[in-house]
């Protein structure tokens, strides 16, 4: 369960890029009155527009420091980011892959995930930047993420909603928001996800 009050989405492009065969736009939008989410917007430069849209839902995998950036190709990623990438998507950035097809792709972090990771007061200053952190600290910031879901989940409980209710409503303001794009087709609209991004 997670209801909040509808939103206009009021996105904010904070940079836009031209990537050769498409353009890509990091960028943050309401899906609460309160709440901005960070995501990416991928759109081909080669397709006939307005083109499908999908939005491309992150995994969980066990590590916390990188949402969407899991399924985006990021200019000099971190060597830890790579690795995992080559580990568990075959060293492929889904959402680079899918805009290369001819699809406009949104990806955004997943509550608990990424931009939205859970920083403490007490964390060292290099957690506020994953380009910093170390090996070491990653593994560390995983191990302390996963600790601590359980104790996530209740809190929501405690407060009257659900873990589930608010992925849920981020990505169906994501879906919202993807399909007010003018390079979009509304008639045709999907999603594809990988381990809880499969769940969602």
């Not at 995998?61 to 580990?87: C, D, I, M, P, T």
Request: charged share 25%; with cysteine; glycine share 8%.
């Amino acid at each position: 369960f997670y209801s909040p009050p509808a939103v206009s989405p009021a996105p904010d492009v904070i940079r836009r890029t031209d990537r050769g065969d498409y353009i890509e736009e990091y960028l943050t939008f309401q899906t609460t009155a309160d709440l901005r989410v960070p995501g990416y917007v991928l759109i081909p430069k080669k397709a006939a527009l307005p083109a499908p849209g999908l939005v491309v839902l992150h995994c969980h995998g066990g590590a916390y420091v990188w949402g969407k950036e899991k399924v985006v190709a990021l200019q000099n990623e971190h060597s830890a980011l790579s690795e995992f990438k080559q580990r568990l998507y075959e060293g492929t950035s889904i959402a680079n892959e899918l805009v290369r097809r001819g699809y406009v792709v949104i990806t955004i972090d997943m509550f608990y995930w990424g931009e939205r990771r859970m920083l403490l007061d007490e964390d060292p200053s290099s957690y506020r930047d994953p380009q910093r952190m170390t090996g070491d600290e990653i593994a560390a910031f995983n191990r302390r993420s996963s600790q601590n879901e359980q104790l996530v989940a209740r809190s929501l409980m405690t407060a009257g909603i659900t873990w589930p209710g608010v992925l849920l409503w981020d990505d169906l303001r994501t879906l919202d928001y993807l399909a007010s794009r003018p390079e979009v087709d509304r008639q045709r609209l999907g999603c594809v996800g990988l381990s809880v991004g499969g769940y969602r």
